[in-house]
């Protein structure tokens, strides 16, 4: 050890010197050094899909084979819903007409273009319709934003009409497909009811009449309306009826506001959202889309039926 | 002819969807028949035809042997599907850019919108109100149509057309359902629109609304035709009338389906049956009382101390 210490000289050498040499050495191996990470470097990106942070997020290659191209699907969170593989067939837009896909995929703008409404809106009488007139006149794009919601939300109606009379025209709710039916019943229900609160949200004319009408009905619902068959015998007032329920109080005021409101942006689309998981899984459970199916004869129809009759099978 | 009115009720911002509606229901209708049309063809040829039976895809699709049954969700759906969405979004921002959401004065409870009209989607229930009281036509008539929607898959006990579009396999149930959604869904819903006026007066297509016009109506009671007086007379009257639609057209029914659809009678369970009874008599009930309506102006059918019919 000592002995490394002494230079050519015999001499000890100095701290300086030797810091001086070190750096020397590193400045010349800097020179080849980064310029060779450098070419690594941009090797690497070449090819972004073998960096950590890619292979990190997708847990597979991208090449063109199938495996990959299931993996693809698969191990996606999002996209897993499907299947790997489909029936050729099951693809064609003049079989499902996409429906059941707008339809989720408007619920999905709905979302969002409303939970961005939120920021600008209080559920409260006076400030309300203040709110709305805000938001067309001075928040940016407020007046766009206000729109698409509207516009999404009918389109949605009729979207799910759509989807429903497809469904229908196929044959899908039979066998083994009944159950889904019925979910999609209930999620026919409250896509109207999720229109309808909203409705009556800007607290204008419009608004305000259509929910009073609507809501007038509940007066006579039988037994628990004070207008309706039985209601009054069964005690039933315009302070303790359903329709009170509804409105929290019997004018259409600002708990009517409030609770039309709450259904609308957290009640009714909670229920929505669990509807909508339970009715992709099944149609996933109940052996993917029903067709297009291979016609069956008359010969056959009541013949006993094998599994579950997912497309082609 | 006032024009101006005309286009003031169809180019009502919350109308669009409803004129949107008509030519969409119009196209899948055709893209549906055209289907149907193809299956049946197919079906017609290999019920002629057993030996090409055994061996026919049995799709009017193309396809060839050594074809792939199955492809790829990615990229030959998720293609479809992104596309999808892009086009939905390019017309709803077409849509928000060119028309805009209406809004009307603030709220004011003293100042009745004349037609104060429900949105569109429940303009067929609020149609019910002129022939119906409001405990059917809002209460009743919805949890009926959820009701009768959630048994379809339980009292169609047809097992041809599973997954695919026909219609001679399913002529009964395909027209029940149209009837259902055409007729009595759908058209209401236009005569609400575009055809109710002030007082949810019939004003046809073009003719000026007038806030001022009166009609004298009379309407009767079918009771009152027959001369009955009494209250008690006019309850077991009306329950004689409406229990009689129900067990005359009921043996009606079953003569029919086991005339015309033998093999889905004997299909169907006792239940199953009385289902379908039901709810095609209270379908077509809503026609009838319609007619009862315009043509001798009756009113009600059935008159109790607690509800009316
Ligand atoms: C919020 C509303 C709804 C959404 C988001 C939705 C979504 C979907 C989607 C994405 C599919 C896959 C196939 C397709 O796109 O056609 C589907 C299938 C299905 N839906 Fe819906 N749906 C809704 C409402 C309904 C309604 C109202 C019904 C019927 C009353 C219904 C009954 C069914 C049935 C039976 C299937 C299986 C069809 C088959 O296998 O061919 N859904 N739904």
Redesign the interface.
Known sequence: MAEEKNGKNGGKVGLLDRVKEKITGDVQALKTDIPTKAKEQIEGLKDPTKTQVYTSIFRHKHDETPRNRALGVLSNVFLHLHPAKINRDAVRYSYTWGMGGITFYLFIVLTFTGVLLMFYYHPTKVQAFRDVLYLEHDVPFGKLLRNMHRWAAHLMVIAVWLHMFRVFLTGSYKKPREFNWNIGVLLLVFTLLLSFTGYLLPDDQLGFWAVTVGTNMARATPLLGHEGPFGPLLGMTPYNDVRFGLLGGSIVDANALLRSYIWHCIGIPIVASVLMIVHFWRVRKDGGISGPAQVMLESEADKPRRGPTAAGA | MDWRQLWEIISAP?N??IV??IP??AF?IY??WK??HA?DQ??AQ??TDPAM?KTH?????P?KPG????????????R??FL??II??I???V???T???????????N???NP???????LG??EMLVYF???I????MPTLI?IG??V???I?T?????????WK??RF??ST?LFG?IILWVSMIIIGTFIRGPGWQWFWPGQTWDHNRLIYEVNRDLPDIFGITSNLGKAIFGLVIVGGYFALGGFLVYSLFRRYMP?DFS?MSLLQFSITQAFLLIMVALPLKMLLRLLWHIKYVWITP??NI
């Open positions: 919350d669009v969807p949107g509606l969409l229901l899948y893209l549906a289907q149907a299956n197919l079906v290999l019920e039976a895809h049995r799709k009017t699709w396809f074809w792939q049954k199955e492809v790829h969700v990615w990229p030959f759906l998720l479809i599907e999808a969405a939905v979004t017309i709803l921002m849509w928000s850019i028309l805009n959401a209406p809004l009307e004065e603030p709220a004011n409870p100042l009745t919108m104060a009209k429900a949105p569109w989607y429940f229930l609020q009281d409001p405990w036509a809002g209460v009743v959820i929607l959630m379809i898959p339980y169609d047809n097992p041809k057309g599973s997954g695919y579009y026909t396999q399913r149930a395909i359902f959604f093999k299909r607690w509800f």
